[in-house]
């Protein structure tokens, strides 16, 4: 079985309708700086207390894994793209790309708001995020079939890029409201 972060499909060449990137919003990021400060605080906590012969290595344990999640949230990059028969989004940390493919035949339906709760109880297997914590776009949901289960992936992308895929999938849009 492929794993879900590979691929699930293949782009063959084929030639993109639009593409789009994710981008970074200012008050975003806000979050990301206030999170860095507190963690090199508590690093230096950690230091102090380490020199003065108390070292925690649970502590510091809690600080790489929050120092990962942060870069995962923020440090990779989205290129999302839609072709005649696949959403295709590619992501980018480094010099690594991973590109992940829905074929647009197996979408059951999408919505340009993610509501949790709403969907929470959908039969809904797995949720896939490919979006950036950074990007100030709403966040969205595609649903789709692979392998007999529904699943969805989670994005944020521009208002042009659901008008492209409502082009491409007439009556799969789900109009969701907070009620």
């Known amino acids: ?101 829905v074929d647009l035949d197996s979408v059951e339906s999408y919505s340009g708001k993610y509501v949790k709760k709403l969907f929470k109880r959908n039969g809904i297997k797995r949720y896939v995020y490919r979006y950036s914590s950074g990007d100030g776009n709403p966040t969205r949901i595609i649903i789709f079939h692979y392998q007999g289960e529904r699943r969805a992936v989670l994005v944020k992308v521009q208002e042009r890029f659901m008008d492209e895929l409502s082009r491409l999938l007439p009556g799969k849009y789900r109009e969701i409201t907070n009620q």
């Open 1 to 101: 079985m492929m794993p879900l972060w590979f691929s699930y499909g293949s782009n063959g060449g084929e030639m993109e309708i639009y593409r789009e990137c994710s981008r970074y919003n200012n008050s975003k990021l806000l979050w990301f700086w206030l999170a860095v400060a507190v963690l090199a605080v508590w690093l230096g906590e950690e230091v102090h207390s380490a020199l003065a012969g108390r070292p925690s290595f649970i502590g510091l344990g809690y600080i790489v894994c929050f120092i990962g999640l942060l870069v995962w949230r923020y440090g990779v990059r989205y290129t999302y793209s839609v072709t005649k028969r696949q959403l295709v989004i590619i992501s980018h940390f480094l010099w690594v790309s991973r590109t992940f493919t």
